[in-house]
């Protein structure tokens, strides 16, 4: 992400999921309105990111089941943008390119299209199955565009809180390890970068609803000969697990216990503490979460860490599932049982190796188990992780509890 990475490394940028819309497009509208102004969008850039939302929540309230709409704020080191997703459960479309031309508005729309909402985003993604549903992404950075980020974060997620909450108590995130102090986070949260303690959100502004109330560097140690966990599904322990050679992808996903305001506090102390900290192995950074979410309600809590070389290295604690998967397998990932924050056992890493064209799937118990690589098939693998990761909210994810999913991708 940003001017701080060297040439190769993987591209990251913040996330901060803001408000999610059911049936309410006009609060999606106002919503968007107020996130442009507040983050500096500008003002022919807000208009912009208005319409198209209009077109989007428009269309979703017409004609699709079970429609939803969440916005949030995108950063980098030097400029913060606007991104819109939106989901449904069907009925689909059997045509995405013709949906796409101008002309294919369809009736009771604004009438813009889709096709003018992609070229007014400066990036617009959707993947649609006939009888499942359509998932769409748009982003909209401030102009000029020279100044605005390229490229596609190789980590994306979600979060979405039970049914009558406003904050989620299940938060994601990611780093890069360059061996060295982060100079700045990256990655997606639910915390500002350089934020010590999160800040809330001025809920009655954009939704018109009522707010709801370092560890120092490890020891330098001579890398030792690890062993390979060569196929999908095969795992190895690593007893004193080292970092491989170069740059690392550290990825955390994280259940603060219970949910609502408290929840919430854990999972950002867990976020916070993974940010800023120098922590190079998964182990490591569960050690230091674990430390941070002492006085808290604590957390289920599973981090990875992946390397060029397609090496994985996992440590989990409590009930976050992860996956590795592929368009036709999916291997779970072991965790044991404890809590971040109160009680932890033994703490076990172990390696495997994500395959080619495989992606890292780790989520909350607010996403059921029940899903298999055919549910990611049909070429949502493809798509961004934070596609990805939506697509599998929509098929799994309950109601009854907070849900977050994480994906990464290869990143090198």
């Known amino acids: 992400m940003g001017s701080s990475m060297t040439t190769g490394s993987p591209w990251l940028v913040d996330c901060e999921d803001v408000a999610w819309f059911r049936d309410q497009p006009e609060g999606a509208r106002g919503a968007a309105a107020a996130l442009g102004r507040r983050i500096g969008l500008g003002v022919q850039r807000t208009a912009e990111l208005v319409l198209a939302v209009a077109e989007l929540v428009t269309n979703a309230d017409k004609h699709a089941v079970d429609g939803s709409v969440l916005l949030r704020v995108l950063r980098n080191e030097a400029v913060a943008g606007v991104e819109v997703v939106v989901v449904d459960s069907g009925p689909g479309m059997a045509d995405v390119p013709a949906a796409l031309r101008d002309g294919m508005s369809t009736v009771g729309t604004l009438g813009i299209g889709l096709g003018t909402v992609q070229r ?7 993947h649609s199955r006939p009888g499942i549903g359509t998932v ?5 950075w401030p102009r000029p565009v020279h100044s605005s980020p390229a490229g596609e974060s190789v980590v994306g997620g979600i979060t979405r809180p039970i049914g009558g909450e406003q904050v989620c108590g299940d938060a994601w995130t990611a780093r890069i390890d360059t061996g ?15 934020e010590s303690t999160p800040a809330p959100y001025d809920w009655s502004v954009l939704t018109a609803a009522r707010p709801s109330t370092k560890l120092p560097h490890a020891a ?3 890398l ?3 062993p390979r966990a060569e196929s999908l599904g095969r795992c190895v322990p690593v007893r004193d697990a080292a970092p491989g050679p170069g740059e690392g992808l550290l990825v955390m996903s994280c259940d603060g216990l219970g949910h609502g305001p408290m929840a919430a506090v854990a999972a950002q102390a867990a976020v916070q503490a993974f940010r800023t900290g120098a922590a190079r192995t998964p182990e490591q950074a569960m050690e230091q979460v674990h430390r941070a979410l002492r006085g808290t309600r604590g957390a289920a809590v599973a981090i990875a860490r992946l390397e060029p070389d397609g090496r994985l290295l996992f440590c989990g604690v409590g009930n976050i599932t992860a996956a590795l998967v592929t368009t036709t397998a999916r291997s779970s990932l072991l965790s044991h049982p404890g809590i971040a924050g109160h009680r932890m056992h033994q703490l076990r890493t172990y390696e495997y190796r994500l395959p080619a064209h495989g992606v890292l799937v780790m989520h909350s118990d607010g996403l059921s188990e029940r899903w298999s690589a055919p549910d990611l098939a049909d070429g949502l693998l493809h798509h961004p992780p934070a596609v990805i990761a939506t697509g599998l909210l929509r098929h799994a994810g309950t109601r009854r509890d907070d849900a977050s999913a994480v994906i990464a991708k290869a990143a090198w």
Do not use: K, N, V, Y
């Open 120 to 126: 007014l985003a400066d990036t617009f993604d959707i």
């Open 136 to 140: 769409q992404l748009a982003r909209f």
């Open 180 to 194: 060295e102090q982060p100079a700045s986070p990256c990655g997606a949260a639910t915390l500002e970068s350089g």
């Open 220 to 222: 330098a140690r001579r």
């Open 224 to 226: 030792q000969p690890f």
